[in-house]
């Protein structure tokens, strides 16, 4: 099984720094551009059926992805975002102080020592639901030879390659940072163990530049 796992395109509210969690926001069109590209960079790649959060941002990047293709495509609550309940639509980064702003942007700077709202969800319940998605993938048997795209989100995209990393910290959950708007990572399951095989790939905002293993699975 080959799974190309993107995060969606650029929101309005992504452009402006606000958390945007279970809040519904559409792509602005400039993330429909991103998307566009990744769907001209990936149309040679053959993709068997997709899974895409239920919102309405990643959903739409997988269908411009898919391009109109004959694709079944399913929705997967597990690979939505992590909900921020009453912290949603805060600032990220506190540029612009807020009522609550400063506990909310432990999340990115303190993540051992984030306290989420009482509606909200935490980290270890993130890595719960996205793992229980991923261990299907490695499970499913009538899924072994398929290749699937996985439309997802930044902090949900964030667990799920954290896990095949081996990495479960809370402290080091951005370790290796929030992969942009529309990034894709490849990641190869063979016996029913994960691989990354390829990450941070970014279509038609710079070349990229694959190693021969890597090549064949984007053919």
Same mark, same amino acid.
């Given at each position: 099984?080959?799974?190309? !796992?993107?995060?969606?395109?650029?929101?309005?509210?992504?452009?402006?720094?606000?958390?945007?969690? /279970?809040?519904?926001?559409?792509?602005?069109?400039?993330?429909?551009? &991103?998307?566009?590209?990744?769907? +001209?960079?990936?149309?040679?790649?053959?993709?068997?059926?997709?899974?895409?959060?239920?919102? !309405?941002?990643? #959903?739409?990047? %997988?269908?411009?992805?898919?391009?109109? $293709?004959?694709?079944?495509?399913?929705?997967?609550? $597990?690979?939505?975002? &992590?909900?921020?309940?009453?912290? +949603?639509?805060?600032?990220?980064?506190?540029?612009?102080?807020?009522?609550?702003?400063?506990?909310?942007?432990?999340?990115?700077?303190?993540?051992?020592?984030?306290?989420?709202? %009482?509606?909200?969800?935490?980290? @270890?319940?993130?890595?719960?639901?996205?793992?229980?998605?991923?261990?299907?993938?490695?499970? $499913?048997?009538?899924? *072994?030879? #398929?290749? !699937?795209?996985? =439309?997802?989100?930044?902090? %949900?995209?964030?667990?799920?390659?954290?896990?095949? #990393?081996?990495? &479960?910290?809370? =402290?080091?959950?951005? $370790?290796?940072?929030?992969?942009?708007?529309? %990034?894709?990572?490849? =990641?190869?399951?063979?016996?029913?163990? @994960?691989? !990354? *095989?390829? +990450?941070?790939?970014?279509?038609? #905002?710079?070349?990229?530049? /694959?190693?021969?293993?890597?090549?064949?699975?984007?053919?």
């Amino acid at each position: 099984m080959i799974l190309y !796992i993107i995060r969606h395109g650029e929101t309005d509210w992504n452009r402006v720094h606000r958390v945007q969690g /279970l809040t519904d926001i559409p792509l602005n069109d400039y993330g429909r551009r &991103l998307a566009m590209e990744t769907a +001209e960079g990936m149309k040679e790649i053959p993709i068997d059926l997709c899974y895409t959060s239920p919102l !309405i941002r990643a #959903k739409e990047t %997988a269908q411009i992805v898919l391009g109109g $293709r004959d694709v079944p495509m399913y929705d997967e609550a $597990r690979i939505r975002e &992590l909900s921020f309940g009453s912290y +949603e639509g805060l600032f990220s980064g506190g540029e612009h102080p807020e009522e609550g702003s400063a506990e909310f942007n432990r999340f990115f700077t303190d993540t051992a020592n984030y306290l989420p709202p %009482a509606d909200a969800e935490t980290i @270890p319940q993130l890595y719960e639901r996205t793992g229980d998605f991923l261990n299907e993938m490695c499970t $499913r048997e009538d899924l *072994q030879e #398929k290749r !699937i795209l996985v =439309a997802t989100h930044g902090a %949900a995209m964030t667990a799920l390659l954290n896990r095949i #990393k081996g990495n &479960l910290s809370v =402290a080091d959950f951005w $370790r290796d940072k929030v992969p942009p708007n529309c %990034a894709v990572t490849v =990641a190869e399951i063979r016996g029913g163990v @994960p691989r !990354i *095989q390829a +990450e941070g790939l970014i279509f038609g #905002k710079s070349e990229v530049c /694959l190693d021969n293993k890597v090549l064949p699975m984007l053919q």
